[in-house]
C-alpha cells in the first residue's frame, strides 16, 4: 500500500476543499481507510473513516455535517469533501489505511500512511 494525498491549500472560512487520497500501487481497495490531521502542538486526530465498500463511515464530531468522507474502489482513491471550513480545521491531514476493513476511529488501527496535504483556512 503507498498512499498519497493531496488537494490541500489556503481557503477562506466558510469555503470548501475537497481532498484526495490514492492508492498508487492499488492494494487497499480492502482496507478501511482514514483521514487524520495534526495541528501545530496537538496529537494527530481521527477526522473521518470509511470501510472497505464505503457502507460504514464515522467522524470525529468536530466535522459532523460540514465533512463527507466517501471512495470510489475503481479508482483506488478516498475523498474528503471539506465544506463550512472553520480557522480550526487548520492543519495537516494525513490519509491512512487500516489493517482490516473496517472505518476506525483509533489511530492504532492504521499500519500505511501517506505524506500530509497542509491546509490552512483564514478568516
Known amino acids: 500500500v503507498q498512499l498519497q494525498a493531496f488537494g490541500g491549500g489556503l481557503v477562506q472560512v466558510g469555503g470548501s476543499l475537497r481532498l484526495s487520497c490514492a492508492d498508487s500501487r492499488r492494494t487497499s481497495s480492502n482496507n478501511g481507510v482514514g483521514w487524520f490531521r495534526q495541528a501545530p502542538g496537538k496529537d494527530r486526530e481521527i477526522v473521518a473513516a470509511?470501510?472497505?465498500?464505503?457502507?460504514?463511515?464515522t467522524y470525529a464530531d468536530s466535522v459532523k455535517g460540514r465533512f463527507t468522507i466517501s471512495r470510489d474502489r475503481s479508482k483506488n482513491t478516498v475523498y474528503l469533501q471539506m465544506d463550512s471550513l472553520k480557522p480550526e480545521d487548520t492543519a495537516v491531514y494525513y490519509c491512512?489505511?487500516?489493517?482490516?476493513?473496517?472505518?476506525?476511529?483509533?489511530?492504532?488501527?492504521?499500519?500505511?500512511w501517506g505524506q500530509g496535504t497542509l491546509v490552512t483556512v483564514s478568516s
Open positions: 491512512a489505511a487500516a489493517r482490516s476493513s473496517a472505518a476506525s476511529s483509533q489511530l492504532t488501527s492504521y499500519k500505511y
Open positions: 470509511i470501510s472497505w465498500n464505503g457502507g460504514s463511515t
